[in-house]
């Protein structure tokens, strides 16, 4: 048994591209511009400081649109809201596309009434009936304390709350996120987006 768990251990869990699986644990900042509209108000930083990933955005569009962009300006994964869903479902799209055969993932929430507890349900593309969700979001989104949990319930990401006087100062949202090795994290980046996005409409 101890030999299938490893195997388990090591196997990678890619969504976006196998570039964004490291065989260790890795650890991202989230800094986000509170008061601007402009496009990069949502940064991911690594351990040095270097911006690895960053939002572009359309806000003013019916549709709102969002894109995620590597440290250099490549667009990795388009997000759109899908209209008229009762659950306040996001899709999200390869590079710039918003074509349904380039359709990545989408989430959804699992269920209408959330208050003080986040729970959100995603499915993979490949998961065309949808009656049990790949990975699943929870905790509190205030608190910047959700968890992601791959279908096993195995924890693949971590969220946490980083105050500084700085960022109380600058209007700025700071909090850090903790994937797990192997696990993509540009999907958990992403992931991290449209649960801040489902937030900001409420």
Not at 72 to 97: I, M, Y
Not at 133 to 151: H, P, Q, R
Not at 177 to 188: E, G, K, L, R
Request: charged share 25%.
């Amino acid at each position: 048994m101890a030999g299938t768990s490893e195997a388990m251990a090591t196997e990678r869990l890619e969504v976006i591209g196998p570039q964004f699986c490291a065989p260790y644990a890795v650890d991202l900042s989230i800094v986000k511009q509170v008061m601007t509209l402009k496009d990069g108000s949502f940064q991911v930083l690594d351990v040095n400081e270097n911006v690895v990933f960053s939002i572009k955005g359309k806000v003013f569009s019916l549709r709102e649109r969002r894109v995620l962009v590597d440290g250099a300006g490549n667009p990795l994964v388009t997000f759109q809201q899908k209209l008229l869903t009762a659950h306040n479902r996001w899709q999200a799209f390869r590079g710039e596309s918003t074509d349904p055969k380039q359709l990545l993932f989408s989430v959804k929430k699992s269920g209408l009434l959330q208050f003080l507890k986040t729970k959100l349900d995603v499915f993979l593309a490949t998961n065309t009936k949808e009656e049990v969700s790949d990975f699943k979001i929870e905790g509190s989104w205030m608190e910047k304390s959700c968890v992601i949990y791959a279908s096993n319930s195995t924890e693949v990401a971590k969220m946490h709350k980083k105050r500084t006087a700085e960022s109380l100062l600058l209007g700025k949202d700071n909090f850090g996120a903790t994937v797990s090795a192997n696990v993509d994290f540009a999907f958990i980046v992403a992931l991290i987006v449209i649960l801040d996005e489902i937030n900001e409409d409420e």
